[in-house]
């Protein structure tokens, strides 16, 4: 059958995704919605199909990550998914992205990226403005005690310097776009010529304008992806999930918006991800460590070495201290980000029972037992919500 092949050969048919929506935007169940946020705006410039020309998987992940993103931005939406996972959401109001054009998802939520004509992006108001970077940073405690250096790649689209962002090759220009007459936009017949509907021009992608004779260096598109390095300074106190912001090291205005790149830059944002310490658990500015102590220091009373961040310190451990008792010690914890005064170390004692007994000492203890009488009361198990209250209270 000549000609078959040819006819279906462009269109690519994707399943609604069946897969997880926290694994597809890569958060946890708990996530914020500053979280899910800063995770699909990533996800989305990483598979942006303007990133990634001709790339079919990239287009289709693009798709997933808007789909996943849409549900789990909403709290309601959320919620049915949480509780009734795909099959909740099924006949609910939704968009069917894989139908959908791309430029069409990336302006449905064009706030978080930061690009736009002053928030009205079709509006045509406002200073043009290129679309906001992000990327990540990991960072010990101890860094975040003093504050860091770090030195950051990432990559962004910037004009192409060959045809100042035409995408036309030297000496030929765009011209007007025989589809949409330049409009950028088309009139649709949708649901049986009952509605029309206006879409981006299939052709032009909205630009309004076509590149007959492309530029080498950018194969039209006006925008070349560069590699580019930064020190940036991260200051103490930091807490996981912040930014620092770097003004104008995001993207000039797209090609669409102005070819030249003229207008605002947008931003980077260079999100911070505090690593797990083997000793110390964080909790606001205070550190917390949970120290192992012999019930005879704990009856008797003794002077104890506490591990700090950077060295150590002693620690009065009163005669009669109990299991999960909580000791504060002043200024040992981080500073505080905006204030930059320490947080404390509290320290909480984990009584240890020895497991072995030589003869002497079980003697001994034996004697001890015949002469003591406890008392026991029982109590509340929740000793982790114990030290929460006294934490929060102190
Ligand atoms: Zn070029
Ligand atoms: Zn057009």
């Known amino acids: 059958m000549p000609g078959l092949s040819a006819q279906f050969s462009s ?85 069917d992205f894989n139908s959908m054009n791309v430029d069409d998802i990336f302006s449905m939520f064009n706030d978080i990226f930061g690009g736009g004509m002053g928030g009205q992006r079709r509006a045509g108001r406002g200073v043009p403005r290129g679309y906001d970077l992000e990327t990540e940073v990991e960072l010990t405690l101890e860094e975040v005690l003093t504050g860091t250096e770090r030195d950051v790649e990432f990559k962004r689209l910037d004009v192409c310097e060959t ?61 070349v992806s560069v590699k580019r390095n930064l020190t940036i300074k991260i200051p103490a ?62 009856a008797l009373g003794a002077e104890i070495n506490v591990p700090t961040l950077t060295d150590h ?15 504060r010690i002043e200024g040992e914890g981080l500073p505080n980000l905006r204030s930059g005064r320490r947080g404390d170390l509290v320290v909480i004692t984990q009584l240890v029972v020895p497991r072995k007994l030589n003869d002497s000492q079980r003697e001994l203890l034996a004697e001890y037992a015949k002469s003591e009488k406890l008392e026991i009361k029982a109590q509340s198990p929740s000793l982790w919500a114990k030290i929460k209250d006294a934490v929060k209270g102190g």
């Not at 912040?242 to 605002?264: D, F, L, N, T, W």
């Not at 310190?313 to 000791?327: I, K, N, R, S």
């Open 237 to 298: 106190g930091i807490h996981s999930g912040q930014a620092v912001r770097v003004a104008s090291e995001g993207e000039p205005p797209p090609q669409e918006m102005s070819p030249e790149g003229k207008g605002i830059r947008g931003d980077l944002h260079v999100v911070v991800r505090v690593q797990d310490h083997k000793q110390f658990e964080r909790d606001g500015d205070d550190l917390l460590i949970a120290l192992p102590t012999a019930f005879t220091q704990a």
């Open 163 to 223: 045809c100042s962002g035409s995408g036309a090759k030297h000496g030929s220009s765009p011209t007007t776009c025989s589809t949409c007459a330049g409009q950028g936009q088309v009139a649709q017949a949708g649901l049986g010529g009952m509605f029309r509907m206006v879409t981006t021009c299939p052709h032009c992608r909205g630009r309004g304008k076509v590149v007959t004779d492309k530029c080498n260096d950018c194969r039209g598109n006006g925008r």
């Open 313 to 327: 310190t002693t620690l009065d451990l009163p005669p009669g201290t109990q299991h999960g008792a909580l000791f």
């Open 11 to 95: 269109t690519v048919f994707v399943m609604p995704t069946t897969r997880d929506y926290y694994e597809v935007l890569g958060v946890e169940k708990s996530a914020s919605g500053d979280e899910i946020k800063r995770a699909y705006r990533r996800l989305a410039m990483k598979h942006h199909p303007d990133r990634n020309p001709g790339d079919a998987q990239a287009e289709a992940a693009f798709k997933e990550c808007a789909e996943a993103y849409e549900v789990l931005s909403n709290s309601e939406r959320r919620s049915v998914y949480d509780r009734y996972g795909h099959a909740g959401l099924r006949g609910t109001p939704g968009h």
